[in-house]
């Protein structure tokens, strides 16, 4: 199969050669297609505009000869090779840059080649159709994230939590560890975030990816600590800005899942011996939130334990409930 991770490399290829495009409609395109070769990319340029041709390069011939930007066959796949000089090529593989010599390049291709020459007025069919809509599927995030933001200084504001360092701070650290969830979700359901990629790498890269492959990552087997920790930021925030008065259940609450922090660390440390940075920042976070209910007095409004709290536990489970349950159509190796 002829494709990176999330952009195919029929989309990197038209954006090295200059030819208007969407990502989202030439995407489709490349992973419609009924065979995904050489042959079948040359008949989909050819719909763009663009001409090309495969040439099959003789034990001798060197790569330097040849215009870029091309696509080169690998024994285990293809790449875009879009310079040659000095000695070096930089070429693109699931649309990360590499730069190789150009003599261990030519000994790991197979021989064939596809070189492309697109006309003036090349480029995607509809194009500004596709374009609007892709504007359009950009935008609605962006308005997503403004009317969450929106709603958020709204019940700051309306219910009071700015008044009281502790609980202003509460507010903010539920929000970080919900990014840092979420972030965790995504790992778990295998969708490629370069945000969190980053993120593991801080103190152990791969750390993040071998911890959520291992059994100790689902609570009682089946539910994944991720949805377990997304459930547990995104109701406490919810709780915090719309029902500030039920800030001693929130406390209690967070008395309760300290414990798992040091589980946590303990496991990491000497059952996987390898560390999850979005973890550790879980633990962390969930520590700063102890301090804060404590700092602000909170705790002593923890009993005696009232319906509110019961509620809360239910809502958590809730939450909980309906992750676990989307989980699966989340997950992209479902999708393969």
Known sequence: MISGEDTTIFTDYLAALGVKHTKGYSDMKFRTMPFQTMFGMKKLLESYGVESCGIELGESASIEQIPVPFIAQLSNGYVIVSDVSGGMATYLSQSQV??????????????????????????????????????????KKWVLLAACLALFVYAFVSN????????????????????????LVQKSAHIKNRHADAVCSVVEAGGCDDILSTTASKFFGIFGWSEVGFAYFSVSLLCLLMFPQCIGALALCNVLCLP????????????????????????????LLFFCYLGGGWLKYAWPVGIDFVVLCATYLAVMLGLNAIMPLLDRNNKD
């Open 160 to 183: 009071g939590v700015y008044r009281h360092l502790s609980t202003a701070l509460l507010a903010l650290i539920d929000v970080a560890g919900l990014y840092v969830t979420w972030l």
């Open 98 to 139: 590499e730069k190789v010599d150009c003599e261990r390049l030519r000994r790991a291709m197979t021989g064939r080649v596809l070189v492309a020459s697109p006309s003036d007025n090349a480029g995607e069919p509809e194009y500004e159709s596709h374009r609007f809509t892709e504007v359009a599927n950009r935008a």
């Open 260 to 287: 798992f922090s040091f589980w946590s660390v303990w496991y990491q440390r000497f059952k996987a011996k390898t560390w999850c940075t979005l973890c550790l920042c879980v633990q962390s976070m969930l520590w």
